[in-house]
């Protein structure tokens, strides 16, 4: 178990490090074509609710994943709000000005808490990651957040958006690691069985 930790953190250290190296112009290409991607998503087009995330840093998705998501439609948005204990509350995105700054440089809806539980209603739960494999399973950032939030997802679609560089043959993983249904990258998108 040792072992697959230290992987892990070796494998998120290159990772992190081969983002801080990506020009901000290729960041918004990526995440312009990212955004096409998802929307164009069969699962997401008939979506009623979807659950995603807010990109902070460099990860992938835009720092308006949740407008894309809601522009035009009468797609329900949810957003995670982080407990103490790294678990994910969410509240219904209301639009940019319902946005606060929390804690570790996130941004969070400012709306009634649903719970825990509350991410059950979503169709499709979109996740931020490191990489994915070819099983589909994921490398997150390691806190365990959304790996919860997956396992009380069982009949939803999961989706991972990475950059084209993540998708690699195998991450490390351990038995709690929950595999996700599809991976978005700005040249492709990759279909997992479960």
């Known amino acids: 178990m040792k072992d697959i930790l230290n992987d892990k953190a070796t494998l998120r250290s290159q990772l992190l490090h081969s983002r801080s190296l990506m020009g901000s112009d290729r960041r918004v290409a990526a995440c312009r074509a990212l955004r096409d991607a998802l929307l164009a998503l069969p699962e997401v087009v008939r979506a009623e609710t979807v659950a995603a995330y807010v990109p902070v840093g460099s990860e992938p998705g835009g720092r308006d994943l949740a407008e894309d998501l809601a522009a035009g439609s009468t797609r329900r948005v949810l957003l995670p709000v982080l407990l103490a204990d790294n678990d994910l509350d969410w509240a219904v995105y209301e639009g940019p000005a319902s946005l606060v700054p929390a804690s ?68 490390p993983a351990e038995p709690h690691d929950v595999p996700v249904d599809v991976a978005v990258t700005p040249a492709a998108v990759y279909r997992f069985s479960r």
């Open 104 to 171: 570790r440089g996130l941004r969070e809806p400012i709306g009634p808490r649903l719970g825990v539980e509350g991410v059950r209603t979503a169709d499709v739960l979109v996740v931020p990651g490191l990489a994915v494999d070819r099983r589909g399973l994921r490398l997150g950032r390691g806190g365990g957040s959304y790996d919860r939030a997956l396992t009380r997802v069982q009949a939803a679609v999961t989706v991972v958006l990475l950059y084209d560089d993540e998708v690699l043959d195998r991450v």
